[in-house]
């Protein structure tokens, strides 16, 4: 199957999502600046898995600075932050199952001029499936707790990644996909399982290597 796909965008960036996080499309890493540009222009294949074994070498940045470019506006929509940053595009991995849960009840509402209305689990999947784009961002094996409180992180996980098919998608992570030396299972197949790495790592795959940007002055 080609999943490449071209994504329009604007030449003047507008930050929906996590509008407070440092990013800046001169400030990402050039080589990484120029395979976006080839996801964009549909000469590469989604989904972008995009790596490192350190945190804070600019992957959130990174996905954001590709949603303030290419995500689409919704300026008048009024809704709690959660579903504000779903709905630029933003998902965090960690808090996504309680999110869809909590829909599930339902407890998020929308309002805009005029008209307003519930939020329900199934128009989230919805627009998780037909978004222009996405971010999935610190994809990470759960926490003890989150499994105990019965969070899906597996499920959304793959489904994300089925929704997702064809269509814009970008996984920040700290896990590896590859195998190591050995010929020992990749990490991404421990956590989760074949499937899941497969579809995964099906588009283009990117390492952020060197050390965290968080400490540099």
Same mark, same amino acid.
């Given at each position: 199957m080609d999943t490449a796909c071209r994504l329009p965008g604007r030449k003047e960036p507008v930050r929906l999502a996590r509008p407070h996080h440092p990013r800046t499309w001169p400030g990402i890493d050039p080589k990484l600046r120029a395979c976006l540009k080839t996801l964009v222009d549909g000469r590469s294949p989604w989904p972008l898995y995009l790596w490192s074994a350190s945190p804070g070498t600019g992957k959130t940045s990174a996905a954001l600075a590709i949603l303030d470019h290419c995500a689409p506006v919704r300026s008048d929509w009024s809704c709690s932050e959660e579903l504000r940053d779903l709905m630029a595009g933003f998902c965090d991995f960690a808090i996504l199952p309680g999110v869809l849960r909590a829909a599930e009840k339902p407890r998020f509402y929308w309002q805009e001029p005029g008209r307003g209305g519930t939020v329900?689990?199934?128009?989230?999947?919805?627009? $998780?499936?037909?978004? *222009? #784009? #996405?971010?999935? /961002?610190?994809? @990470?094996?759960?926490?003890?707790?989150?499994?105990? $409180?019965?969070? /899906?992180?597996?499920?959304?996980?793959?489904? !994300?990644? /089925?929704?997702?098919?064809? @269509?814009?998608? !970008?996984?920040?992570?700290?896990?590896?996909?590859? %195998?190591?030396?050995?010929?020992?299972? &990749?990490? $991404?197949? @421990?956590?989760?399982? /074949? *499937? #899941?790495? =497969?579809?995964?790592?099906?588009? &283009?795959?990117? %390492?952020?290597?060197? =050390?965290? *940007?968080?400490?540099?002055?």
């Open positions: 329900y689990a199934s128009d989230l999947w919805r627009w $998780l499936k037909s978004a *222009r #784009i #996405i971010v999935l /961002d610190d994809v @990470r094996l759960p926490s003890a707790r989150e499994q105990a $409180l019965g969070e /899906d992180h597996y499920g959304v996980f793959k489904r !994300v990644l /089925d929704e997702r098919i064809g @269509r814009p998608l !970008v996984v920040t992570t700290n896990i590896c996909p590859w %195998e190591t030396a050995s010929g020992e299972m &990749t990490e $991404l197949v @421990r956590l989760f399982d /074949d *499937r #899941i790495a =497969d579809r995964a790592v099906s588009g &283009t795959v990117v %390492e952020l290597a060197g =050390d965290s *940007r968080r400490w540099r002055r």
